[in-house]
């Protein structure tokens, strides 16, 4: 049996009706069953991007990083900056974030893509501890430990109020996540997303065949960084707060466990697994304030003795055994 | 897909606003929504905060104006505003809580204030204690201190007794560098000077480089800032090793400076410390004895601390607050009710600004002493009714 | 001068303290290239150990240091054989996301068993205050880490150099399919050597608990200051990690005392510019 | 104009010589075999010609221009195709993606990043009919793990000839292949287009004597002699050298 490899390809990145399903779950769910969760529905939506911008780097491209929040935190100062200083309308504060943490990311990215492994690791936590020792030496621009004071987000559009209900705050979220998101699934479609694997396969044979790996790899940082810069902008906008632990480790640290838990470099990961990791903070924290972290733990390693290859992968793998038999 | 958007959004919109505001009427409860720091480096203090508010409770009982009160605890995490400010949403959202309380730091009682201020929430802080934060919710309300209150009159008084000059020393994150600056802006002021300025890391310092600098400058007097727990008593070791006592130094600090575990690793050299603290866990009153004695008894033996001062005084607050309006929770009402309310607090007396809703109170200082054969704080001088002077 | 010497031998005494975390992880890092950033809290295990007997039970501080090690050893052994061996191969991500949620139970539970205050231990007579060395003032009891961490070294050398297991370690360390080739068991060794690194981990959490106190936060705390350790110092090299948990030390120290504005940045400065031009670290092969 | 060529190449790691001296020239449609002892330095050259290890001193020319300075990626832009002796393939990806990436390298668009890849025509159908040459049509769309050993073997090739180099180096194309496979690979290697030059390091001389035009053996980072076929079969040096005392593997 020979297979057609147009048709083939082509089916590999069609849209399936799940996707369609969870998208359109991601629209009424929240307001209409749980509206008393917007708040944290936007959040896991802007932690989701996040999260999608960490799977390209990590999942894709095989840049292992520790410090991913560094951008996230940088552009979440850029949206939050501009907006203390008196320009607040939301769209163009993502833009400009977006090209603030971009420039980083490209500079950063100069090193990033020179080196793996425990160095690459170590250097990209280095440098979100550095982000962080910085932005808390310039407290006249960053209000310092204290955080950003007087960011104010005008009306989405001129219309819509970011009130405390959250509406507001979950459409911009999730319509931005989605935009994003989008983007971000053209892109591991393309021939460009294609190179990303194949040298997170095997750069010694993309070198072979005459691609310029790390030109490849700095430019997904970029985006990816940019990306990062977007989400952080939105929680600065709909919180109206940015902290220096918006730029640190932990930060850093957390957004990795949410793409392991879901699974790296399929993108829905990202995505599930943020919300496995937010909803069951949520919860598990509600119930017990103290020691909900205890459950975390045990989820984490759950996870890992019985999902190896994450939440998403377990499903899939579940899915074509049952479609086997 | 897009165009259905909209109205779906303008549905859910109005429907939960309107089951919003029918049924904050006919509650028999009082709910108080408490985001406060449950986990990590910050648990301690949380907890310590936590046990304030637990104790009065515990002594008063959970019943105020015909109304059953009741505490829904949220933990932030650490230092984390965009999560305080979620929880704090959706404490009056979800929970449809009557009452903001807690805020043990500073970027989160900030973010927190933002809520307060959008929903007229009734806001207490317990702890945190960077002077701005009142004035970013009018509802909100102090109850524990703030940094230029004591660190203001501390300068003071400092230059009063005659130092001339002063080497300071505080940790480089925001409570610490604003009260070393209300410090030295009120010594120089009374004519003082400050001849070196440093700042220690906020996580895993070790004291001994910092130090050395201050015994090679040899100034006639140190003024320091370091966060309470594991630091005091790691500054006070340093201090020790490195020979700069009183014997040869003022030293001057925050009250957290020479706590019960700072003093017991400084031993004998920490004699002729001074400090400054709006709460001493050794004064004798009975009030402040009967505080002690009971939170001990509830804590496995661990003394109140500022924290727990800030818990507890949070919720005498709301307690009389709740008097007052017979039961009327309304931001308007209860902050209206709060402002210029005076008593006494294991502290000592305390008042609520009416013009800032901040918190007025009694600033001690203490010299360390030995009684019954051991180091103690003494006090030896009190500036009463003591504002913060920025606000 | 004298008294620079003095601050330096603090940050000798600090970088000797790291090491003892420090140098388990890095031998179990380069035998089987399992990330275990679980490792800070076996030295959190080893601290309580000490607090519990010190504090609780009253032992003198110095006759709980054996225990703390013994215990966190056979702990360490415990969980490996119950948990850890069965994530070796599923590579570092998922080692990652298990060994954090390790931390985070360990975190947990700690703060249920002892509470979330910061704990201190007495420390005995001998090992306060300082021994004067003509002008110098030395603290005792950062002589004392000073002393305990060579003899230490000096045991972990002598160990794998000089013993058959220490053999058995440097071959799997070298080449684990050429030593499993050989017929070792490298799964054992392996077992064995993250005991024994866990272990020391915990003797030197105890040991930190006089310099950077004690918490629940601990295993968190001191994780990243291991990791630079372990990534300076280069995977499976023992002197590796001595000479750069030396250099941390005192480069930490010396960058506080003399440039005290750039206080935290400098190591991260120092570790970024170290790993960008040498990414094996100081002595590492790979 | 040689299509391929090595002035002097040097290189040492520490006191370990690995080339020494190394002149080869390679004309247009050569067929020219490397051979030698293990050890002796064959897959080193090729990563000094490949850009992948940096000479210490000498140059390389690749169609007449100096290629010494360029990086690895460069050199395969210009035409120099390899293929590696131990598999050095994205194991995760199918066959067909490989090679539509390596054909979409040549094409210069795989900095595209907004067009799906599906919409390549030109490149797939050219990757699908490169595969259905080699034979490997049938499971270009299984993961490139689940493949034959020998499978993967041709698709070192498929992936060095998506790039239509000028030049290709073939380091034991047959290295480890079972026999019952192997005929599919001669078939291959036969079938290269004529235009190309091919370098081959073989240690099969069943191989090396069917298809190589010259050959060259190498000792110990150096050239022993060069020659064509027939007269390295005679060389009493070489057989003393190498085929006497080498072993396979």
Redo the contacts between chains.
Sequence with gaps: MSTDPHLWLRHKARVSPYEVAFWIAALIVPYVLLPKYLALASQIAIMATFCISLDLI?GYAGI?SLGHAAFFGIGAYAAGILSARGWGEPLSGLLFAAVVAGLAGWIIGF?IV??????????T???S??AV?VANTFDGLTGGADGLLGIDTWKLFGIWKFSIWGHTSYAYALGVSFLIFLLCRRLVHSPFGLTLEAIRENPQRTTAIGVANRRHLQWVFTLSSSIAGIAGAMLAQTTKTVSLESLG?QNS?EI??ML??GG?GRLYGAIVGTIIFMVARDQLSGMNP?????W??????M???FM?RGILGAMQRLAAKMSRS | MKRTFVPVLATTALLTVTLASTSALAQKTVKIGVTNVY???F??P??QLDAGIKLYMQLHGDTVAGAKIQIIRRDVGGIAPPVAKRLAEELVVRERVDILAGNLLTPNALAVAGVSKDAEKFTVVMNAATPIITTKSPYMVRTSLTTSQLNHHFGEWVAKQGVKNVYTMVT?YGPGTSSGKSFEDAFKKKGGKVVGA????V??P?F???V??V??AKPEALYVWVPG??QP??LG?AL????VTPANTKIFGQGELTDD?ALE?MGKVALGIITAYHYNVHRDTPLNTRFVKAYRAAN?G?DPDIYSIGGYDGMHLIYEVLKKTGGNTSGKAMIEAAKGMSWESPRGMMSIDPRTRDVVQTVWIREVKMKDGKPANIIIDHIDNAKDPDL | MS??L??MF??VA?GMLLFLISVGLSVT?GMMNFTNLAHGAFAMVGGYVTFALASLAGWPFLATLPVAFLATMAIAAVFERL?FR??YE?????????T??????????A??VF????Q?VDMPAVLT??IELGEI?L?SYRLFLVAIALVITVGVVYGLEHTRFGAMVRASVDNQKVARGLGLNVNRIFALTFALGSGLAGLGGALAIE???L???FGF?IL??V??V??LGG?GSVWGSFVAALCLGVF???G??FV??L???LI??F??AL??FR???LFGKR | MNALETRKLDKSFGNLVVAQDISLALPAGARHALIGPNGAGKTTLINLITGALKPDAGEIFLGGHEISGLPGNARAKRGLGRTFQINTLFVSLTPLESVALAVCERLAVTGKWLASLARRRDAIDEAFDLLSRLGLAKDCTKPTRDLPYGQQRLLEIALALAGRPSVLLLDEPAAGVPTSESTALFDAIAALPEAISVLFIEHDMNIVFTFASRITVLVQGRVLTEGPPDEIARSPEVRAVYLGGAKHG
Aim: glycine content about 10%; hydrophobic content about 50%; proline content about 5%.
């Design positions: 990590l292992i090193m020179r080196v793996q492994h425990l160095a690459l690791l170590m250097i936590l280095g440098l501890f550095l020792e480790f640290a990795a466990v392991i838990l790296t103290k020691y909900w972290y205890f975390i733990g045990i989820l984490l390693m996870v890992v003795l190896p | 986990s990590g480096q648990a301690d949380g907890a480089n440093d700042k220690t890391p996580v895993n070790d001994s480089p910092f050395q600098r015994a090679e727990g594991t008593p790691a070791k020790a090793e490195r020979g575990a690793a496995n661990r | 008294q620079l003095a601050v603090d940050g600090f890092l948990l069965y994530i599923t590579g570092e991500l998922n080692q990652v996301l298990f954090i949620g390790f931390v985070f139970t360990a975190s947990a539970t703060a249920y509470g979330t205050v910061h201190s205050g300082f003032k603290p310099v950077l106190g918490d629940p936060s705390h990243v200051l990791l630079i372990v990534a995977l930490d120290v010396g506080k005392y005290p504005e206080g935290s940045f991260y400065l570790m970024v790993l960008f990414p094996q670290g």
